[in-house]
């Protein structure tokens, strides 16, 4: 019982600290790509008062509600966008030997189950709002929920029946180098299937500015927008961790597995982050068509081919 409340209060303050980590990168990577200026001057030295001078603002700012929104699901939007990821990352292994909150079985059903649960949060903030902005926002993003959903759950697939397992930790226990080709399609179908359910550019249909204002948060400020961009930045440490996870190897690294697979699970979740910021400094937002195509009309044959793939292969191993 104390070794699992030790893990949970270790797992909250890396859930505390990790999605904050992501966003101060993105604030340099896109200053250093995109020559802004402001976040290499904030606080001096190479603009390490950034994120400090964004919390300040959003704390300052008052915290209205639209007389005519469901003020309940209102409030408790921003919370339900959040918190499943912290869910989530119980299940996610750093390392070997039991460096896991809690091993399940089903543990990458139980993953993708509850990461799809992040997504409700906006579709209730664009309801709550009562404002057509919102409302749209809302309907793309669970148009966006229900398209990708289907390449990612098949990636997913694809790995699992490789490693004859649902156990994050069975799989990366399973995971071997010549994986990497074999399950290269899957890697890209699933990780670019998650930045579009996070709606991270250039997937941000939802939030499309010049259309729609802010898409489901227009009528949020303060504290719980805050809480909405950090659940983004949160969405991005999960995908990476279960990118990792689940094609990557996990722990494993080119030496001392055992002693340092913390570190290389950290150093392939920092890196896909990477990736994912270099994708929103170098692409323009798709149009809701070209979104939608690119799912029915790309990723989920492409994920079909994968899984069908993986079949012919176990069966050929056997």
């Not at 997504?119 to 793309?140: H, Q, T």
């Not at 699933?190 to 996070?198: K, N, P, S, T, Y």
């Not at 961009?229 to 690294?253: D, H, K, M, Q, R």
Request: hydrophobic content about 60%.
């Amino acid at each position: 019982m104390l070794e699992l409340v030790v893990k949970l209060v270790l797992l909250a303050a890396a859930f505390a600290v990790l999605p904050l980590l992501v966003g101060q990168a993105e604030h340099k990577i896109m200053a250093h790509m995109q020559g802004r200026l402001g976040p290499m001057y904030a606080g001096a030295f190479h603009g390490w008062a950034q994120l400090v001078a964004d919390g300040v603002k959003f704390a300052q700012k008052e915290d209205v509600i639209p007389r005519a929104a469901d003020r309940r699901i209102f409030k408790l939007a921003p919370a339900v966008a959040l918190v499943p990821y912290l869910v989530v990352l119980v299940v996610v292994p750093i390392g070997p030997g039991g460096q896991v909150v809690l091993d399940l079985g089903p543990g990458l059903f139980f993953a993708l189950a509850v990461m799809g649960v992040g997504v409700i949060g906006a579709i209730m903030a664009g309801w709550a709002s009562a404002n057509k902005y919102s409302l749209l926002g809302g309907m793309r993003v669970a148009a966006q929920l229900m398209s990708y959903e289907l390449p990612m759950v098949f990636a997913a697939a694809s790995v699992a029946m490789a490693a004859g397992t649902l156990s994050l930790t069975g799989i990366v226990e399973e995971w071997r180098w010549w994986w990497l080709p074999w399950q290269a399609v899957g890697a890209v179908v699933f990780f670019v299937a998650g930045l579009a359910e996070l709606r991270r550019p250039p997937f941000d249909m939802p939030v499309a500015d010049s259309e729609i204002i802010f898409g489901p948060y227009t009528e949020y400020g303060g504290l719980r927008f805050a809480l909405f961009l950090l659940a983004e930045y949160a969405g991005i440490v999960v995908l990476s961790a279960l990118t990792t996870v689940l094609f990557l190897g996990g722990w494993n690294g080119p030496f001392l597995e055992t002693e340092l697979g913390w570190l290389w699970t950290l150093l392939k979740v920092f890196a896909l982050s990477f990736v994912v910021i270099w994708l929103r400094v170098s692409y323009p937002r798709l149009r809701e068509d070209q979104l939608q195509r690119l799912a029915w009309a790309w990723l989920v044959p492409l994920s079909l081919a994968q899984l069908a793939l993986t079949g012919v292969v176990k069966i050929a191993m056997a």
